[in-house]
Every structure is written in C-alpha cells, then in structure tokens.
C-alpha cells in the first residue's frame, strides 16, 4: 500500500472468491474508515486524510448525497465542497484506497437518507422501489454521476476498489426487483470494481443482490451473527462495512459516548478473526446547513438529530485526536511492515472576542426578500410550492398565514411538520409541533392576522416512512373545530441568495430599539491575524440558525446537547467576519 505500489501493473483488482480478499492475487484486508466530503470544509480534507493515513487506515469509504449533487431536478453540482473527483483525486495521492457508496439512498443521518426533496413533490412516489417516478430520477442522477467516478476505478488506475449497492435494503425491503435494478444501473454505466452490499444482522436476510458480497454492520460483537454471515456466505471475506465507532445525538437526548475501552477489544477480536472492517465513523465532521436528519424508529414522533456529527468518533469533529485514535493506531501498526507515518500536527484554535450584536431586523420586515408568495385555498407542504423553478422548497421556514375573526383554541390536528412559532398579529402566542397540538388563541376584535412560522426540522433518514417526510403544514389546521381556509404562504428556505439580500438591506435597527421575535441579529466577529477555528455558543440564546459569512453553520437549540457549534477557520477571514 505504498505509494511506490500505486504504479504497479494493475492485472486484477479487489476480489472476494476466496475466505479473504485477494488484490493483485495477494491476500489483501481492508482497513477503512469512514470520512464524508460534503461533512469536512474541503480545506480540511488533506489534513483529516493525512491523520487516516497515520492510523494505519489503507481504506477510504465515503458516501454520495444526491440531495446537495442534485439540489434541483436536472441541475447538477459538483463544485468546491461537493467536487468528489478532487477527493477521490487526493485519496488516491495519499495512497488511500476507496470504496465509494454511491446510494442513491445513503441514510447517514442525512436529510431524507441523501434523497433530494423534489422527488416527494409526486404524492404518489415510492422511494427506494422501482417506481417508475423513482427509477427515472435515480438514472438521471446515476447519468451524471457515474461517469465523473467510473475513471477513478482501480482497473483505470485510480483508487475505487469496491463499490457498494444501495445501503442496508434488508431493513426497507419494500420491492424484490429494486435492488437488482440499482446493481444494474451501476454496472450498466461502466461499474466493473467488486460490488457489496451491507445490513445489519437482520437486514442480511432480505438486502442481498446476486453478483455482490453481503457484509455486516454492528457495534458489539455477536460470534453468531459472524456465524449467519458465514452459512449465507460460505468461502467468502467477511468484511464489517459499519463498525460503529460511536453513535448520533438527537435534540433533547443525552450525548453518545462509546468509550474506547469498550471499543478497542471489539476491533482486536474482528482483526483476529481474519475480518476486514470499515469505521463509520472514522471522522464525522459536521451536518452544516440544514441537511441533519431525523430519527423515528420506535418513538412516538420523530426526534432530530444535532448539528455536530462528531459521533464520539476517533478523529474529532474538529479534527482532534482522540483516546480511541491512539489506541487503534497501536492496534492497526502490527498488521504493517512499515512504521506509520507520523502523526500529522493538530489545526490550531483561537478562543476571540465575544461578539456584540448591533442591528436587527424583524421577520415582518423581510418577508419582501423572499420569492412571491403564494395564495392558496388550502395549506400547501414546502415541496409543493411553486418556488425554486418549480422544485419546490427543501429546507428551513414556511410562513403561512390566514385570517382570524374570533379567539379560541387552534387546533394542528397533527399536520405541522415539524414544529411552528405561532403569532395573533405579529405577537407570539406559542408553539405547537408534535407534542402539543393546541393552543388557545387570545380574544381580540374584529380581523386579526394569524401566521404560523413553521420549521422543517430534519426529515426521517431511516426507517420505513420515508415517503411520509413531507414538511410545513401538511394538511387542515381548526380554530374552534372549522377548518381554516384562505392561506398566504411565505417560503423562506435562508439559501445564500436571500440571506444576501437581507445584509444589504436598509431596514435593519440598532440594538437601541428593542427587538421583536423572530429576527435575524447582525453582528462582527473581528480577526486580526490568521484565522483559527473556533466554537460559537449562546448564552441565553434558545433556538435558530447561524451564518457566518453567509455560510450556514447550522441550527442551536438550547434543549442540547449540542451547546457550541463547529466554526472553521477557513470559512473566516482577516477583518471584519458577518455573524
């Protein structure tokens, strides 16, 4: 696996025809470690590749999401933080072999498992089947897709050894035909590198697609399931595609902590048993934007996850070393001949200044910076607006507003998606989101304006109702048991574009006047030398969103964990930084 290596002949890649992986015909095993482009500020992919390499990692494994390639049907990006060809370039540089997964449903506590919004805008779609609306988005996607990576292949000389199909199917297993359609769809765009697939223990029943190699995901080592993997798969590798390092938090919940006392025994005996393994996550990053996702298995609504992904992972969110770093790093050197490299130095960090706010800007005094509102006789879900060129709204805020003419108790009926600021004439009354579904309206005369400013929160990345991830309001709202009618519908999704306008505007008011709720808050962060990384914390503060430089840092929320959020150094600058 040293450079050196790379320019060998390349005769025959990855295969899996015997108990271990052969690569060029010698016994090869996979140590890998999961690390996502599109979670890591692209400054910092060399550095947090490098600290993979002085692990003792031979292997990079990292997902697509389709939902960032493809942020509007048939409009494609895979520019700066979203450009995989430079990545897969840099892994191949390094020496780190790949195994790419392509999706096009990822789960990774992504918004929607990494499928783009649009595709719900058909109330009748059915992700991950072979629904004709669904098949033909994922072969328009894999159109563009595969053709960037098929060059990037080991038998065309660059790093992708593997390639994995779809993503732990057995768990969803809604169509017998889908999974062979996705196989297919790679395989006919010039995929030629080994194929997998992988599941959990009880997903290996079901998730399985001929021509590819079933592998196991878990956290604790059961004998039997290396057992079950074994019966299926007789003469045949056996790999741990997800070994979890750690785990993903949720607002509201406690914070994950796998310790690496607990880890590294578990990492020793599947080494020992003559198993290849991934680490997802090797280094989680950070879910920037709007894009974490939302669990719901087995709970009563759906909880979302944080906006830091650091997953008590071996590498830090920030890119730290960690306990379980070192210790997998004594473990991973006694299967090399060579010594590891050393270890790359640490990102310096700087603790600056509090920022002072100095000027608002009331949600009721922007709504003209968002695209033309609707009017609609009935609420309308975010992915059916009429905005973005017809593709509907993704992300962030949906105003909705209609008119009143008595007091009383409101009532969602359980259709706000996921959880809404709720306002009598810009005055604020109360929340209603899943756990509370009324609200008594204050008596008043006359008309008055009721608005609701609802807030997609995440939708579900796992599990089988994904269908059902529509956001805003998703059906009739009652004032005193009659449905309301007559809705102007506002979307404000905060893409770069309107949170630009909003900088220039000349509405905003000093911190003199006091400020209504919601607002946006304006403010300076001043560097004077090179930028470091940092945290940002709010003290006092309990729910938004943060954009540094126009850059969205992601949502805080006051219920935690999380309480600071990751701020790049390399999204700042000398001077003056917009809060």
């Given at each position: 696996n040293?450079?050196e ?18 690569l060029e015909?010698?016994p090869?095993c ?6 996502h482009?599109?979670?890591v ?5 060399e ?17 697509v999401?389709?939902?960032?390639h493809?942020?509007?049907r ?21 020496g780190?072999?790949v195994i ?5 449903y990822?789960c990774?506590e992504w ?17 991950r089947t ?5 098949t033909?988005?994922v072969n328009s ?8 990576v ?8 660059g790093?992708i ?5 779809e993503n732990?199917?057995?768990s969803?297993a809604?169509?017998?035909?889908y999974?062979?359609f996705?196989k ?7 995929i ?5 697939t992988?599941?959990n223990?009880?997903?290996?029943k079901?998730?399985?697609v001929?021509?590819?190699l079933?592998?196991?995901n ?14 299926i ?6 790999m741990?595609?997800e ?6 938090d ?13 880890m590294i ?20 990053g950070?879910?920037f ?7 719901a298995?087995g ?6 996850m944080?906006t830091?992904y650091?997953?008590?992972a071996?590498?830090s969110?920030a890119g ?7 210790l ?5 050197s006694?299967?090399?001949t060579?010594p ?6 640490l ?8 920022v002072?706010?100095?000027?608002h ?15 609609s006789e ?10 973005n060129?017809n593709?509907?709204?993704s ?20 259709n706000?998606?996921d959880?809404a600021?709720v ?5 604020f009354v109360?929340?209603?989101d899943y ?11 006359g008309?008055?304006?009721l ?12 599990g ?8 805003g309001?998703?059906g009739?709202i009652?004032l ?18 309107f949170?630009?306008r909003?900088?220039?505007s000349?509405?905003w ?5 006091r400020?209504?709720f ?5 403010a300076?962060?001043?560097v004077n030398?090179?930028?470091k990384d ?8 309990s729910k938004?969103v943060v ?16 309480q600071?959020?990751?701020v790049?150094?390399?999204w ?7 809060v």
């Open positions: 040293r450079p290596g790379r320019r060998m002949s390349r005769v025959e890649g990855l295969r899996a025809n015997s108990s271990q992986f052969t015909r010698k090869f996979v140590l890998g470690g999961s690390i482009y599109f979670r500020p692209r400054a910092y992919w550095d947090r590749l490098l600290k993979m390499k002085a692990c003792g990692l031979n292997t990079l494994t990292t997902y999401p389709w939902n960032l493809e942020p509007e048939g409009v494609f990006n895979f520019e700066d933080q979203l450009d995989l060809e430079a990545y897969l370039r840099l892994a191949a540089s390094l780190l072999w790419l997964r392509p999706g096009p990822i990774a918004d929607l498992g990494g499928l783009p919004s649009w595709l719900l805008r058909d109330h009748n779609m059915k992700l072979t629904y004709p609306g669904f033909d988005a996607f894999f159109n563009q897709l595969i053709k960037k098929a060059p990037h292949q080991y038998s065309k000389g790093p050894i593997a390639v994995q199909v732990e199917y057995g969803y809604k169509d017998k035909e999974m062979p996705i297919e769809a790679l395989l006919s765009r010039g030629t590198e080994l194929l997998l992988s599941d223990k009880e997903g290996l079901l998730g399985g001929k021509g590819a079933e592998t196991i878990f956290q604790k080592l059961n004998p039997n399931d290396i057992k079950y993997l074994d019966e798969q007789p003469q045949k590798p056996k741990v595609m070994y979890w390092s750690g785990w993903f949720l607002w509201g919940d406690l914070h994950h902590v796998y310790t690496a006392e607990d025994p578990v990492v020793t005996e599947i080494l020992k048993l003559d198993m290849s393994i991934n680490l997802y996550m090797f280094h989680g950070t879910n934007g709007f894009m974490s996702g939302a669990f298995v709970k009563p609504a759906p909880k979302s944080v830091s650091d997953y008590d071996p590498l969110e730290d070393y960690t306990t379980k770093y070192h997998l790093r004594n473990l991973f006694l299967y090399h060579q590891l490299p050393e270890l790359p130095s990102q310096e960090r700087r603790a600056y200044q509090p002072v706010i100095q000027q800007l009331s949600l009721w005094d922007c709504l003209h910076f968002t695209d033309k509102p609707l009017k009935r609420p309308v879900n975010m992915e059916n607006l009429p905005v060129n593709n509907g709204q992300y962030g805020y949906t105003l909705y507003e209609t008119t009143i003419t008595s007091e009383g108790s409101l009532n969602s009926r359980n706000i998606r959880r600021l306002f009598v004439d810009k005055h109360g929340v209603l756990k509370t579904q009324e609200l008594a309206l204050p008596e008043g005369k008309k008055r304006t608005s609701l400013l609802v807030e997609n929160c995440g939708r579900v990345n796992y089988k109702t994904l269908d059902e991830q529509r956001k309001l998703v009739d009652e005193n048991k009659r449905i309301l009618r007559d809705f102007i519908i506002h979307s404000l999704d905060m893409k770069p574009g949170v630009n909003l900088e220039s000349g509405h008011m000093s911190m003199r006047q400020p209504s919601p607002s946006f808050f304006q300076r962060l001043y030398s090179f930028p940092t945290f940002i914390k709010f003290p006092g503060w938004g954009f540094i430089n126009g850059k969205n840092l992601g949502r805080y929320w006051s219920i935690g964990p999380q600071t959020l990751y790049p150094g390399p700042l600058h000398r001077g003056d930084n917009q």
